[in-house]
């Protein structure tokens, strides 16, 4: 199974809003409401930011929201703070029943 | 709340295999609304799902196909524990293996603090 795919970077403004996609099959986010987003700072383990698509855990900023059409799923950031600098992961269950995670997406706060 | 310490040796030697123990505090290993994973990160591969446990009534456990042939995942009930071992290992294994909780499909909420395994002679 081929990772799901990722931009390899984004960048934005303090303030502004940024969109980091996901593209996979639908034997993956196609088929399936289990799509979850992470945020790993460097020498960090990852968070979980979004799961089963579009929902916040307890203590997520609702600036982060998420996103799913046909094959792709997005990640949604407002008001960009410096903190939000970080790389983001997604990932989908499979019809497999196995889970795939995307290449990575390093955000840049100019 | 739960936390996960993960336990076991930082360097393996190639062919041999890499033993980790991911021990659980404020849940149970056979909780009956999550799964417990195995997943790991590497600079070249970014990161990897291994695989994951649960209990559902039996236990049941799903691989990742890259490496299906040479896993095991065993929840320890006696000690609230479950375990990973990945035989044969070669250099390519190297890299930072995370235990993690997740509710099962649905993210994993809670992670090991990581552990560096180098393989190498």
């Known amino acids: 199974q081929s990772a799901l795919t990722q931009p390899a970077s984004v960048s934005g403004s303090p303030g502004q809003s940024i969109t980091i996609s996901c593209t996979g099959t639908?034997?993956?986010?196609?088929?399936?409401?289990?799509v979850s987003w992470y945020q790993q700072h460097p020498g960090k383990a990852p968070k979980l930011m979004i799961y089963?698509?579009?929902n916040r855990p307890s203590g997520v900023s609702n600036r982060f929201s998420g996103s799913k059409s046909g094959n792709t799923a997005s990640l949604t950031i407002s008001e960009l703070q410096a903190d939000d600098e970080a790389d983001y992961y997604c990932?989908?269950?499979?019809?497999?029943?196995?889970?795939?995670f995307g290449g990575g997406t390093k955000l840049t706060v100019l | 709340q739960v936390q996960l310490q993960q336990s076991g040796p930082g360097l393996v030697k190639p062919s041999q295999t890499l033993s980790l123990t991911c021990a659980i505090s404020?849940?149970?290993?056979?909780?009956?609304?999550?799964?417990w994973n195995w997943i790991r990160q590497s600079p070249s591969r970014g990161l990897e799902w291994l695989g994951r446990?649960?209990?559902?009534?039996?236990?049941?456990?799903d691989y990742a196909v890259s490496v299906k042939s040479r896993i095991t995942i065993n929840p320890d009930t006696s000690k609230n524990q479950f375990s990973l071992q990945l035989n044969s290992v070669t250099p390519e294994d190297t890299a930072v293996y995370y235990c993690?909780?997740?509710?099962?499909?649905?993210?994993?909420?809670?992670w090991g603090q990581g552990t560096l395994v180098t393989v190498s002679s």
């Open positions: 993690a909780r997740e509710g099962y499909g649905s993210g994993s909420s809670e």
């Open positions: 404020g849940d149970s290993v056979s909780s009956n609304t999550v799964a």
């Open positions: 446990t649960y209990y559902r009534s039996t236990w049941y456990y």
């Open positions: 639908s034997s993956d986010i196609g088929g399936y409401n289990f």
């Open positions: 089963d698509v579009s």
């Open positions: 990932s989908s269950y499979t019809s497999s029943t196995t889970q795939l």
